[in-house]
């Protein structure tokens, strides 16, 4: 399989899992391309003020690698400071939401493997 980013169109996600603002999604493959525990694998923006809200992950693991910007990643509680270059994993039965603290959108790939099982949203 081989894709041209230009070529796959973009999903948006208004206020996605609860958060703010509309993030724009590139699947640049989904489970029903590979023959792996992959679920989806993203290239994805945040607005500026925006958010991808908390929620819990269930018999499957979500890895945001950060590309652009900067915004506050929490897991379980605890909040990172998120830059180029930073990766988080969270593991099934965990929580996590990112907040874009920046100027500038977030441009982060987003890859989930496991189960597909739809995440929980929690409300703050």
Do not use: W
């Not at 694998?41 to 908390?54: E, H, K, N, R, Y």
């Not at 992950?57 to 590309?67: D, G, K, P, R, S």
């Not at 400071?81 to 874009?100: Q, Y």
């Amino acid at each position: 399989m081989f894709k041209k980013a230009n070529e796959v169109a973009p999903r948006i996600f208004t206020d996605c899992h609860g958060g703010k603002g509309d993030v724009v999604a590139r699947e640049m493959f989904s489970r029903h391309e590979v023959g792996s525990g992959f679920q989806f694998f993203q290239d994805t923006t945040v607005p500026v003020g925006g958010s991808i809200g908390l929620h819990r992950h269930l018999q499957n693991a979500e890895v945001y690698y950060m590309l652009e910007g900067e915004g506050d990643m929490t897991i379980d509680g605890e909040v990172f400071a998120m830059r180029p270059g930073d990766i988080s994993v969270v593991e099934s039965g965990h929580t996590h939401k990112l907040v874009n603290t920046g100027s500038v959108p977030i441009r982060i790939i987003v890859a989930e493997a496991g189960e597909a099982v739809e995440a929980e949203n929690i409300a703050e």
